[in-house]
């Protein structure tokens, strides 16, 4: 593993533990303090401000700190609440029910659906279709476009590196990069399904067991 990125999932790890601790604890003491009849607009915008941030921890734990285990449509669909609030759904109806998919293959889906989030700016769905080991991800909703230079960065591992960074690197868009190193980490093969004289702004991905 390329110790760059290793140093990246471990600090992502390390915020990951030393917050959910005292997200859940939030979340427990708003619930007590509303079952104890202290209902006020405050307290209800606080507990689901506080739901949300847990289902968003989640969902960043499984996608940066190192999904270790095989992925079913239902965690996946439970982690993919981490971003209701960004108005993304995730449409997972035209694969099987059965459907699971390999930790590595799960990781990338996983980092496709926050790619998704930044490529949906009013909103929309992210739908999924193929197989297990053969995922093919397309963008719908107003103005959806993939981050500028992802075909570059999924095609030149020295591209993504660059876009990391460069001057104009912020984490607003570091997950285009991030998705394309993992991807070649995990041995999944990313590729934007162009078709000949496209000009579409969100073509569909195609995540693919080596």
């Known amino acids: 593993?390329?110790?760059?990125?290793?140093?990246?999932?471990?600090?992502?790890?390390?915020?990951?533990?030393?917050?959910?601790?005292?997200?859940?604890?939030?979340?427990?003491?708003?619930?007590?303090?509303?079952?104890?009849?202290?209902?006020?607009?405050?307290?209800?915008?606080?507990?689901?401000?506080?739901?949300?941030?847990?289902?968003?921890?989640?969902?960043l734990r499984a996608a940066w700190a190192g999904l270790t285990e095989p992925l079913d449509l239902p965690r996946l669909t439970a982690l993919a609440c981490g971003l209701a609030a960004r108005r993304v759904r995730l449409d997972v109806s035209d694969l099987p029910a059965a459907t699971v998919f390999p930790s590595s293959i799960g990781r990338l889906v996983l980092n496709v659906l926050l790619l998704a989030a930044e490529s949906l700016p009013r909103g929309?769905?992210?739908r999924l279709d193929g197989t297990p080991a053969d995922v093919i991800a397309r963008l719908e909703g107003p103005n959806a476009a993939w981050p500028a230079g992802l075909i570059g960065m999924l095609a030149d591992e020295a591209a993504a590196w660059q876009a990391l960074t460069s001057?104009?690197?912020?984490?607003?868009?570091?997950?285009?990069?991030?998705?394309?190193?993992?991807?070649?980490?995990?041995?999944?093969?990313?590729?934007?399904?162009?078709?000949?004289?496209?000009?579409?702004?969100?073509?569909?991905l195609r995540l693919a067991a080596a």
């Open 167 to 204: 001057p104009q690197a912020s984490p607003r868009t570091l997950q285009a990069p991030l998705t394309a190193l993992l991807a070649r980490h995990q041995g999944v093969h990313l590729t934007v399904l162009l078709s000949a004289g496209s000009n579409i702004a969100a073509p569909p």
């Open 1 to 59: 593993m390329d110790d760059r990125l290793q140093l990246t999932e471990l600090l992502c790890a390390r915020l990951c533990h030393d917050l959910s601790g005292l997200l859940g604890s939030l979340a427990g003491t708003l619930e007590v303090v509303t079952e104890e009849g202290g209902t006020t607009e405050a307290t209800s915008i606080a507990t689901d401000t506080a739901a949300a941030l847990v289902l968003r921890l989640r969902l």
């Open 124 to 126: 929309g769905v992210l």
